[in-house]
């Protein structure tokens, strides 16, 4: 059998997790989860109100409401989360922004707002958590990308796009920290039922409620994955046609999408 490219989490009690972007969908879903199982949480958004909602039930939950895309407001954060949990075991990233956009509606200010909370503010981070993981000798981080990363989809055009680079850089950072002693974990999720995608007017396969995509991710890192996808069939269905011949590969969305 061979061996998980993460060693497992094994025991959730005590872990001490600082999850961005936890205000709602799939990030309260899995802040709940994962404070259900008894680990000790930060919890970051720009909402404190709605940060406060997802805590108020639990004791073991902390609330550090700052916005993602301010570059000075990361070291503050981090001392603040350190503050409150002494170190850090596993930082998920998860902040994001869905803007539905086709090639020929293209909207700059749009497309600059969705790279910068989507990519530029996980490299924000990153310039902080990683050196924190680093001095401690152990640790994992987490970014929460997309099935929509592996291939052009239609109206994914901004989206799409940002989650690629998620991969990507996902893929460097356990190429590098790995070595170091660190985890890395890459979170592709496919429909989620969250505010981001409830403007959607099409069929979207595998819709998931957000608790069952929480779940889903809890046993990935229970299990080691690097990569976390769901739902199963959907995500290894896109991940298969995403590696075809260009010209089998367009001809097949084209069919499945009606586009």
């Given at each position: 059998m061979m061996k998980p490219l993460n060693t497992p989490i094994t025991s959730w009690t005590g872990k001490r997790v600082w999850l961005v972007g936890a205000s709602s969908g799939i990030g309260a879903a899995l802040a709940q989860a994962l404070l259900q199982a008894g680990a000790i949480v930060a919890l970051s958004a720009?909402?404190?109100?709605?940060?406060?909602?997802?805590?108020?039930?639990y004791s073991n939950a902390s609330v550090v409401p700052f916005d993602v895309t301010d570059t000075e407001a990361w070291p503050a954060a981090l001392t603040n989360v350190l503050e409150r949990l002494g170190q850090i075991d596993l930082v998920i990233l998860g902040a994001a922004r869905y803007d539905p956009t086709h090639s020929w509606q293209i909207d700059i200010e749009q497309a600059e707002k969705s790279f910068d909370l989507n990519v530029v503010s996980v490299y924000r981070g990153l310039s902080v958590i990683v050196p924190q993981l680093l001095a401690q000798g152990h640790g994992g981080v987490s970014l929460i990308a997309s099935i929509s990363g592996y291939t052009g989809l239609p109206r994914a055009l901004i989206y799409g796009a940002t989650k690629a680079a998620l991969q990507n850089l996902?893929?460097?950072?356990?190429?590098?920290?790995?070595?170091?002693?660190?985890?890395?974990?890459?979170?592709?999720?496919?429909?989620?039922?969250?505010?981001?995608?409830?403007?959607?007017?099409?069929?979207?396969?595998?819709?998931?409620?957000?608790?069952?995509?929480?779940?889903?991710?809890?046993?990935?890192?229970?299990?080691?994955?690097?990569?976390?996808r769901f739902p199963k069939a959907f995500s290894l269905a896109l991940r298969v046609i995403s590696m075809l011949p260009d010209r089998l590969r367009f001809a097949l969305l084209h069919k499945t999408t009606g586009m």
């Open positions: 720009r909402r404190a109100d709605q940060l406060a909602i997802v805590a108020a039930p996902c893929e460097t950072l356990y190429f590098e920290l790995a070595p170091k002693g660190l985890a890395v974990y890459l979170i592709n999720p496919g429909f989620v039922q969250t505010p981001m995608t409830s403007a959607n007017d099409f069929e979207m396969p595998g819709l998931m409620t957000p608790e069952a995509a929480a779940c889903a991710i809890m046993l990935g890192f229970e299990r080691g994955h690097f990569e976390i």
